[in-house]
């Protein structure tokens, strides 16, 4: 796979729009910062729509004769229950049974699946076991992906193609086209609003971000940068591989990932260690609400009684909630809801109290608007 820098078709957009593109996610350019104010951004992804690029996710197409099988052998989850049309959650482990990465897997048909995967190193267990596997293992670096997060993404949206975009469940995806161009809209997001996923090709994807804003301004859609992105899947309690795993071999259980984790098919790479760990766990993913006019640092230490017990791992100061907010990996004893804990911020001591996450939204009924009878 290669390993050469990565460009966007989106430089100039971004560019105008106030951002150095200075900083990089997988090699990839991001505008991690606009002109405008982020806090802005996060105002109209939660009351209106922002619209962000997310191409700096790795995508890899892999199909074949032997790809169930592959993929079910590198991946904690069961591929085999998902069906076609189906966006399927999983983690990667390594041989001791430690996440490596997370990953999205789009299933197509069968033996046909495209993967969407972040900042680990998924892509090297691919190459080391490919050649065990009739399968073919393809890096996609034309695809670009833009996201559209908000309440009013599906009425924006929904008049420009052909697909029953209303009828698309959470997590699912479907070929289709937008604004005549060929796309696979995928409905999900790390906003914790509804929100779809565009798979549009380098060349079309220009055309496609403007037209998504030209068809969005009368609602209020605006362009939003990585800070806000950042911003709102804090506040929704959405992890960041590796950021929220900072012992360097976390499992699945300290993240609170046992729904991704099927010990009842058969083996997987790192299962053996993976099942032994159950019960072990050092630390778990925890919510604090700090008494701060700010965000605490992530990597500060957090203390009880004088005794370390945690570290921050990702943060924000919620404008939307007016609270500071911390995700934090805390030792077991003291994750209970109503913990009084201290962050040792530099020179600064900072109580928090361990809350429920996420804490927006906790019941999902943004992503997940309730059935009514």
Request: proline share 6%; with cysteine.
């Amino acid at each position: 796979m290669s390993t050469n820098t990565r460009t966007t078709a989106l430089e100039s957009r971004h560019r105008a729009l106030g951002s150095d593109l200075a900083q990089s996610w997988n090699s990839l350019p991001i505008p991690q910062n606009y002109s405008t104010n982020a806090y802005d951004e996060v105002a109209a992804t939660r009351y209106r729509a922002g619209l962000i690029e997310v191409t700096g996710l790795r995508i890899v197409n892999v199909t074949g004769p032997d790809a169930l099988k592959f993929l079910n052998y590198l991946l904690t989850t069961d591929v085999s229950k998902a069906e076609p049309g189906d966006s399927h959650i999983s983690n990667t482990v390594n041989d001791a049974g430690a996440l490596i990465d997370d990953v999205l897997v789009y299933i197509n048909g069968p033996n046909d699946y495209r993967i969407s995967h972040g900042g680990g190193v998924f892509d090297e267990a691919l190459r080391e076991y490919a050649p065990k596997f009739n399968v073919k293992v393809e890096p996609d670096n034309d695809v670009h992906i833009i996201s559209l997060q908000g309440p009013v993404a599906l009425e924006v949206l929904a008049p420009h193609t052909p697909a029953d975009l209303a009828g698309l469940g959470y997590f699912k995806h479907v070929k289709t086209t937008l604004f005549g161009k060929p796309v696979t809209l995928a409905r999900g997001g790390y906003s914790g609003e509804r929100g779809y996923e565009v798979f549009t090709s380098r060349a079309d994807a220009g055309f496609i971000w403007d037209a998504i804003l030209e068809a969005g301004k009368s609602k209020g859609v605006v362009p939003a940068s990585w800070t806000c992105l950042d911003t709102v899947r804090v506040e929704s309690g959405l992890l960041f591989f590796p950021f929220d795993m900072p012992h360097g071999d976390t499992t699945p259980w300290e993240v609170r990932a046992d729904w991704t984790v099927d010990l009842s098919k058969p083996d997987f790479r790192g299962k053996a260690a993976l099942a032994a760990s159950k019960g072990k766990e050092r630390s778990f993913i925890t919510g604090l609400e700090v008494d701060s006019a700010d965000a605490a640092t992530p990597g500060a230490k957090i203390y009880a009684g004088g005794k370390e017990v945690g570290v921050v791992t990702s943060t924000c100061f919620s404008q939307h909630l007016m609270k500071s907010l911390a995700m934090a990996q805390i030792v077991p004893s003291h994750t209970a809801l109503g913990t009084a804990v201290e962050i040792k911020d530099g020179d600064k001591t900072l109580p928090a109290t361990v809350v429920r996450m996420p804490f927006y939204d906790p019941m999902r009924f943004r992503t997940h608007p309730p059935v009514r009878g």
